[in-house]
Each structure stands twice: as C-alpha cells, then as structure tokens.
Antibody, heavy 123, light 107 residues
Framework: EVQLVESGGGLVQPGGSLRLSCAAS????????MNWVRQAPGKGLEWVSY????????YYADSVKGRFTISRDNAKNSLYLQMNSLRAEDTAVYYC????????????????WGQGTLVTVSS | DIQMTQSPSSLSASVGDRVTITCRAS??????LAWYQQKPGKVPKLLIY???TLQSGVPSRFSGSGSGTDFTLTISSLQPEDVATYYC?????????FGQGTKVEIK
C-alpha cells in the first residue's frame, strides 16, 4: 500500500523557516517523480514544486521561487521542502504527492496524496 | 508558464442534471490534462487523465473531452455524492498548474 506521511508543519513567524518532510513507503520511491501541493484555508489547490526521480530536474511555482527548495533522499525514501522567508500567504496545508506511474519521457497525473501538514505563518 | 482557467467558479444544479465544467490552457498541452474531485475535508481524487480516460473505479457518469487548449468535464446525471470542488491540471513538462476550481452544489 502506498503511504505518504508528511511532517514538520507548525506555527512560524513571518520571515522564518520550516523544513517539511514526507516519508514514503509501499513503492519504489527512487523510481517516481514527486511534488508538493498546498491548499490555503478555504482556497483551491496550488502546485508548489516538482522533483524528478533522481533529483536532476526541479520546478517551482513563481510564488515560491527563490524561497523554497525541494529535495529528496532516495536512500531514506524521503522528500523534503525547505521553506525560507515565509509569508502569511504561505499559510496552507502542504501535501506530498506522487505521480500515478513512471516511464522515461512520459508524464503522469497525481494519484497518491499524503494527508498533509499545516503550516501557519503568523506573528 | 502555462495558466489554467476554469469556468464557472461555482454552479448549482438539480439531481439528474447534466453538468459541464470547462478548462482552458493558455498554450497547447496536447491531452496532458487531468481532472480531480475534492470533497470537503478530503484529499483530491483523480477522476480523469489524458483528457478523456476515466480512472479505475470512477462512475461512468463522469466524462472528459478536449485537446490542445480547451477541455471539458461532464457529469451526465448529477448525484448528491458528486457535491465537491473539481480541479483541472496540466501535467506535461514544467509546472503542474491547477485551475482555480469549480464548486458543484445541489440545488
């Protein structure tokens, strides 16, 4: 069974930092591309960042570019999101998300989601 | 970056009605378009991928169409359990942008 378990959320002051983690199990983590998606309270889904299976290709949403860093440790089956210079508008539930499948040169939608971790940026 | 625009932002329809949601990409994305359903308090669920392929287990009253820049999600006969917010998403190379969502309610 695929499991994605996020941790590291909490309350942080504006300008502060947090590091989110996602522990993956039930599949060969090193084969899959991974993403972070967030959802502010009462708002829609916002894709945040993507990392390829080997970590060689990375994308960010414009809203977090230069402040957030995605990374992964395939030996530890873990995905990370380092968040710096946090703003009130970064307040959201952050989800770790896996593609539906993998195949070199192909693209797949999101199929597996963690339960999310809440990040609150407030003084 | 490619932007995804959904319409309407919300709708209210009667049980049994046919419901249509549209999604437009600012540039062509071939058929790399997915639809997700999110019920209150739940994580999103994949409904349709490749613009028109139904995910396993999804009721056949859901269907998708389109290619390039214009896409449609149709619920042929709205059921009470379909109350949710629906999102489109492009998933080809680059940012995996979502539409802003369409909230579907029962009249």
């Amino acid at each position: 069974e695929v499991q994605l378990v996020e941790s590291g959320g909490g309350l942080v002051q504006p300008g502060g930092s947090l590091r989110l983690s996602c522990a993956a199990s039930g599949f060969t983590f090193s084969s899959y591309e991974m993403n972070w998606v967030r959802q502010a309270p009462g708002k829609g889904l916002e894709w945040v960042s993507y990392i390829s299976s080997r970590g060689t290709t990375i994308y960010y949403a414009d809203s977090v570019k230069g402040r957030f860093t995605i990374s992964r440790d395939n030996a530890k089956n873990s995905l990370y999101l380092q968040m710096n210079s946090l703003r009130a508008e970064d307040t959201a539930v952050y989800y770790c998300v896996r593609d539906a499948a993998y195949a070199l040169g192909s693209y797949f939608p999101f199929e597996y989601w963690g339960q999310g971790t809440l990040v609150t940026v407030s003084s | 970056d490619i932007q995804m625009t959904q319409s309407p932002s919300s709708l209210s329809a009667s049980v049994g009605d046919r419901v249509t949601i549209t999604c437009r990409a600012s540039q062509g994305i071939s058929n790399y378009l997915a639809w997700y359903q999110q019920k209150p308090g739940k994580v999103p669920k994949l409904l349709i991928y490749a613009a028109s392929t139904l995910q396993s287990g999804v009721p056949s009253r859901f269907s998708g169409s389109g290619s390039g820049t214009d896409f449609t999600l149709t619920i042929s006969s709205l059921q009470p359990e379909d109350v949710a917010t629906y999102y489109c998403q492009k998933y080809n190379s680059g940012p995996r942008t979502f539409g802003q969502g369409t909230k579907v309610e029962i009249k």
